[in-house]
């Protein structure tokens, strides 16, 4: 018993197995194991089989437990799917010793890993054990070894087991050296070779868990699948760089109030309490910041974490899980999925229901009780934040090139100042264009009319002033000259063609210098015209336009300013609180993209066709959740509705690193809660493969849409008794959106740049499927979501799958969609199909995530749950159980 006490202890410590991304996916020696023969305790039954892997240590002289099978259930001969693997990094040498221990089960549910080995102690009978050398393996013909099962007292034999080695990739006539890593363009080192360097990408997914099986396929041939689940980093820098950047804005939003000027004592106090509440809030995220800065090491957040508040913008069990696939004469094929909890904010709750909810009530509330201020539609406030904040591009921008121009007189260069002029024009035009708009004119003329003494003449009496009404829509007073504005932003326009008419002057001069003339008159031109005097000639014109373009961007800066500050005010405090539960929920909106971004480019490096699709389309990110509309959970997915359409605001570039360094390899997070880009940088000899239009910066866009069916005990409550119309209109509203993106890309991409698939069904078909099945009046009609995954993968697009915390009903559907395309795409026999899907879902990295979530080994199903879920997304007996989540 101590020796026992003594290998379940090491397995606790021993467990996960410290491996590096790529190295993970390098060679590694797989086992797979057949009994024969088999006797169980009772003569007259078939015993269910699984064995339990140990490595026996020859310098530490102790026992590790290093794995166990499936249990198979009835059969003296049982066949495991599960193989066995020794990484490359955690090599098993030809001195190791492996003890291969087989059980007859009695029960077939596990407690946790820490508990593994009691558990088949008390709940299986012992049947009888065998050790053996890797060397003795290595040496054997075909790598193939049959050894005799002796009982427990060493002397009757019990049957035997079959150990075979494989290595990946290596299935009957397949060539090793084709093997490659899941990175395409990184070739494998065969065993002896040196290590490779640590890849550039290893420091965005870490900690990976693998699992192998075989699976036979419908003409009797077997295939090895690979499944690979890892934690992403993004989990934690991508919302610590957003917290920054929402810091940032609110602070210079509190300077832009301070620099309305003097207001008021109506508009002075409201700018006040708004400028307290935005104080509160920078305050409570320079603290949460704070508490992730103190984080380190640690790269994903488990579910029972969900409702920290210091790890609210941190998204749920955010995972990569990638199946690789290698068949008999074909090349290996790849499957990726980004698994993460729905995002929402647990902290603050959902007795209120989700942003969707709120936010129409909000704009309802704010209407109706905004009686201090002046009413500024949706529309109105988004307007007046793209304005700022394309002013904040332009003005610095226009500076810039102008400075430029001067350089380029300076210098006496017609093609520098033909250039320089031509983005100084257009970005100018830009600018005009931009503040050419109604409400900056009247937001400035009520801007006017809150300074201090301001009398309307409706407003005069004998008294004083009447108290300000709530008004409707935005004042307009006789006393304020409303033509000054047009005047500002023309002068704009006046000085830019000035600057152009002196640039065509100077260019005609030029010219005509180029004309033959005597010698004499040469030389006075010479004299004259010396280089530094087209410099000294654009400076005033330049100089006033600059100026100019100043007195604008003051005047409207104050304008938008005070639009926002009614927004603001009008919606003391429910504003501020849906301001914050937006940012939560948008920050675990993003990491979950950014990391399948990530992912989908780097296993695309070398696909012409979809670096051509990313540049001129963008890719589709398809959400897939399971989410019920009963209860909390619309909560969570009307919070995940608006988050995933708010990710609508962003765009990626691929950026060129400035080293090679790992340091610099990290995506950038860039912008304000409007608009945000993610910069994603490549190593230089990486960077120099893409397309000349993504090296250039072209923003690259991506397409979110969501596709929602419950199929949980609650969704049934909901469709009896409830209501499912928000389901609905999810799906019809995302149908449309996914058909909108097809048809673009069909106009811009050849279809031959999308990938080839075994099911050769049309995609158009396939839409017309889908948009029959969203109208369809279906309980838990789950091929919506079969048929929505299988296009996002013809698509090229990014497959990513959800429910409250990415670990029960997640796990189901991950596994069910990994065995669908092994059937679909690879033959498994349909014989094998349950077996599969059992065997990933009681062994493979669904339970591993899992146990990495809650300490144990047991989803979190009960019997009457599992009765309402359909039958495929069900968990093989001995599975789950209650236990907290």
């Excluded at 897939?624 to 509309?629: A, D, H, V």
């Excluded at 009896?720 to 999810?730: K, N, T, V």
């Amino acid at each position: 018993m101590k020796a026992l006490i003594k290998l379940i202890s090491h397995r606790q410590k021993e467990f996960y197995f410290p491996r590096n991304h790529f190295k993970s996916t390098a060679e590694a020696t797989i086992l797979y194991l057949t009994c024969n023969d088999l006797v169980a305790s009772g003569r007259d039954r078939k015993p269910n089989a699984l064995v339990q892997v140990a490595v026996i240590d020859p310098h530490k002289q102790h026992l590790v437990s290093h794995a166990c099978t499936e249990i198979v259930e009835a059969n003296k001969d049982p066949l495991f799917l599960t193989g066995v693997t020794f990484p490359s990094e955690y090599p098993a040498s030809p001195e190791t010793l492996v003890k291969l221990t087989v059980y007859d089960a009695k029960d077939k549910s596990q407690e946790s890993v820490s508990k593994q080995l009691l558990w088949v102690c008390v709940c299986s009978s012992f049947l009888g054990s065998a050790t053996f050398s890797v060397a003795d393996l290595l040496r054997a013909k075909d790598e193939r070894l049959t050894l005799s099962l002796r009982s427990s007292d060493g002397v009757c034999t019990a049957g035997t087991v079959v150990v075979s080695r494989l290595k990946m990739g290596e299935m009957e006539e397949v060539d090793v050296d084709h093997i490659t890593t899941d990175i395409p363009s990184h070739k494998v080192k065969q065993q002896g070779e040196e290590k490779k360097q640590e890849s550039p990408f290893s420091r965005l997914f870490k900690n990976p868990v693998c699992k192998v099986y075989r699976f036979q396929t419908v003409d009797s041939k077997w295939m090895l699948v690979r499944e690979q689940m890892e934690e992403c980093t993004l989990s934690f820098s991508v919302p610590k760089q957003l917290l920054s950047l929402y810091i940032q804005e609110d602070m210079s939003r509190v300077q832009d109030l301070r620099e309305l000027g003097e207001l008021s004592p109506h508009w002075d106090n409201l700018r006040k309490e708004v400028m307290t509440r935005y104080g509160g809030i920078i305050s409570s995220y320079q603290e949460t910041l704070a508490e992730l800065d103190k984080i380190t090491g640690r790269s994903f957040k488990p579910s029972c974490c969900k409702a920290q508040k210091s790890l609210e913008f941190i998204p749920i069990n955010l995972h990569t899980q990638r199946m690789r696939v290698t068949c008999p004469r074909k090349t290996d094929a790849f499957y990726d999925i980004v698994t993460v909890g729905a995002p929402a904010a647990h902290f603050q709750g959902f007795k209120c229901g989700g942003l969707q909810r709120v936010l129409s009530r909000y704009e309802a509330e704010k209407k109706s009780t905004a009686y201090q201020c002046i009413y500024y539609s949706p529309e109105h406030t988004a307007k007046a934040q793209e304005v700022l904040s394309t002013m904040s591009l332009l003005q610095p921008l226009i500076t810039s090139l102008a400075d430029q121009l001067l350089q380029a007189a300076q210098e006496h260069s017609s093609p520098g100042l033909r250039d320089a002029l031509k983005n100084l024009s257009d970005k100018t035009e830009q600018f005009v264009h931009t503040l050419k708009d109604e409400l900056v004119k009247s937001a400035l003329l009520a801007l006017h009319a809150a300074r201090p003494g301001y009398v309307s003449k409706n407003q005069k009496g004998e008294g004083g002033t009447l108290p300000l009404k709530h008004q409707d829509s935005i004042p307009h007073h006789k006393e304020y000259d409303e033509e000054e504005w047009d005047r500002v932003w023309a002068n704009v326009a006046k000085c830019l063609n000035c600057v152009i008419a002196m640039v065509d002057k100077l260019q005609e001069e030029d010219n005509s210098k180029q004309e033959p003339v005597p010698d004499q008159q040469l030389a006075d031109v010479i004299t004259s015209h010396n280089p530094g005097d087209w410099r000294e000639q654009l400076r005033p014109p330049v100089t006033r336009l600059k100026e100019c373009v100043m007195e604008v961007v003051e005047k409207a800066k104050k304008a938008m300013t005070f639009v926002l500050l009614q927004e603001a005010a009008c919606s003391i405090p429910q504003g501020f609180l849906l301001q914050q539960r937006r940012d939560v929920v948008f920050s675990q909106a993003l990491a979950a993209l950014a990391c399948g971004f990530v992912m989908r480019l780097y296993a695309g490096m070398q696909d012409k066709g979809f670096l051509r699709q990313l540049h001129l389309v963008g890719l589709v990110a398809q959400f897939e959740s399971l989410l019920s509309t009963y209860s909390e959970e619309i909560g969570m997915l009307e919070d995940m509705e608006v988050g995933i359409s708010d990710l609508q605001r962003v765009v990626f570039q691929i950026t060129e690193a400035k080293t090679d360094d790992l340091s610099d390899l990290q995506p950038l997070v860039c912008g304000r809660r409007d608009h945000f880009t993610v910069e994603v940088p490549l190593p230089r000899l990486v960077f120099q493969t893409l397309p000349e239009e993504i090296k250039e910066g072209k923003p690259l866009r991506v397409f979110p849409v969501l596709f929602n069916v419950g199929i949980n005990e609650q969704q049934t409550i909901a469709e009896r008794f409830g209501d499912i119309s928000l389901q609905e209109r999810i799906n019809q509203r995302n149908f449309e959106m996914l058909e909108a993106y097809y048809k673009s890309l069909s106009e811009k991409v050849p279809l031959e740049c999308l990938p080839c698939f075994q099911t050769q069904t049309d995609i158009k078909e396939l839409l017309e499927t889908l948009g029959q099945n969203v109208v369809t009046k279906k309980r838990k009609n789950v091929e919506i979501l079969w048929i929505a995954g299988t296009i996002c993968r013809r698509l090229n697009g990014i497959r990513f799958t959800s429910c409250k915390s990415a670990k029960d009903r997640t796990s189901m559907s991950v596994t069910l969609e990994q065995c669908a395309l092994l059937r679909d795409e690879h033959q498994l026999s349909k014989d094998f199909f349950i077996r599969a899907l059992d065997c990933m879902r009681r062994e493979g990295c669904r339970i591993e995530n899992v146990q990495k979530n809650i300490r144990c080994r047991k989803y979190a199903f009960n019997i009457l749950q599992l009765m309402a879920f359909p039958k495929c997304y069900r968990p093989p007996e001995g599975t789950y159980g209650k236990v907290d989540s």
